[in-house]
């Protein structure tokens, strides 16, 4: 009877299984319930490492932290889930990281196009010494940086047309795409510089809004693409990785200050590992979205090398007009990082 209800049930990758939770049980200093919002549904990879860092808090305080997970941008979007760790209002949230550059200008060197050729070179910067002071960078602001973890890499779709060059994007004899954003500079001067008319827009509006053909199209990494269903509403998606985007977990610095250093380490461990966790689960997840998505009929236009350095010379300008804010040194120092690794 169940199944004749007509709910399409998404079949579920092969994910990795959470780490055993081990590490001593913490003593008791008091309960405490922590709220955490954030953009993306039940099923994706920051659903999933939330409840296993909710599962760790909670077994290794024998259940006096218990963490309340609100999916679905259900208590904000990105930036207004921010403002509300800032008044005290929320306890935790999990935006990208381009949605918090107007807390920490460094932030946005992870918006600039074509910077990290591989997720090794991604996963080494967001271990890097460079990367932890962009979390240290947030004392002061009212938010706690505890972790990096991983959204991905972003990826066009649209409903308009199979894109495979920056012509398809800007258009010939056609309109160029009208392309969401997130509400980021950087990745407005991207799409300005791919000829398509960006839109900054909340992530929660954006099914609706490509639904009513208010735009064409949006980048998200496959994952997001799948988790969202976006492709009920957008035929063509193409391989651009045109910028790796990184997840940052938070906490309201309210909160941090009202839990006992114990617990306060408790929860800075508990969001590394889950960090951990949500990086490997994310790489498996994106490579099965990516399929899934081919499987239900969206058409996917891989790019070859050629292909890509098109879209890498026709974004140029966004380098030379951002380089200077987001400063040469800091990106400098992220290449090197990121060629190291791809030098091994
Ligand atoms: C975006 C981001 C979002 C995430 C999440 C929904 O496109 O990539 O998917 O930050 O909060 O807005």
Do not use: C
């Not at 579920?12 to 200093?29: F, Q």
């Not at 000829?195 to 809004?209: D, I």
């Amino acid at each position: 009877a169940i199944l004749s209800l007509g709910i399409a049930q998404a079949q579920s990758p092969e994910l990795s299984a959470p780490p055993a939770i081990d590490g001593e049980v913490v003593g008791d200093h008091g309960s405490h319930t922590i709220r955490m919002g954030f953009g993306l549904s039940e099923g994706s990879p920051q659903y999933l490492s939330s409840r296993y860092f909710a599962d760790i808090l909670e077994q290794r305080s024998e259940g006096r932290l218990t963490v309340q997970v609100f999916p679905n941008s259900q208590l904000g979007d990105d930036v207004q889930m921010m403002e509300m760790l800032q008044t005290g209002t929320l306890d935790m949230t999990y935006p990208s990281s381009s949605a918090a550059t107007s807390y920490v200008s460094e932030l946005a060197v992870f918006d600039l196009p074509f910077l990290l050729p591989s997720r090794e070179a991604a996963i080494e910067v967001l271990q890097s010494e460079a990367a932890q002071s962009m979390l240290d960078a947030f004392e002061g602001s009212g938010i706690k940086a505890l972790t990096f973890s991983e959204n991905g890499y972003r990826q066009l779709s649209n409903s308009a047309r199979p894109v495979a060059s920056p012509e398809d994007v800007a258009g010939l004899d056609v309109r160029g795409l009208t392309v969401r954003t997130m509400e980021n500079p950087v990745h407005l001067a991207i799409w300005e510089a791919l000829g398509a008319n960006p839109t900054p827009m909340a992530f929660g509006e954006l099914f609706s809004a490509m639904e009513q053909g208010v735009v064409d199209g949006q980048e998200n990494p496959w994952s997001t693409i799948l988790t969202s269903n976006f492709q009920e509403v957008q035929d063509y998606g193409s391989e651009t990785r045109h910028v790796y985007t990184p997840f940052v977990m938070m906490m309201s610095e309210r909160t941090w200050d009202r839990l006992h250093p114990d617990y306060q380490a408790l929860v800075q461990e508990a969001a590394r590992q889950s960090a951990a966790y949500e990086i490997q689960i994310s790489a498996e997840y994106d490579d099965w979205a990516r399929e899934q998505l081919e499987e239900r009929g969206m058409q996917i236009t891989r790019l070859d090398d050629a292909q890509i350095a098109a879209f890498q010379e026709a974004v140029q300008p966004v380098y030379e007009e951002w380089a200077p804010e987001i400063g040469e040194e800091l990106i400098a120092e992220i290449q090197q990082i990121a060629a190291s690794v791809a030098d091994d």
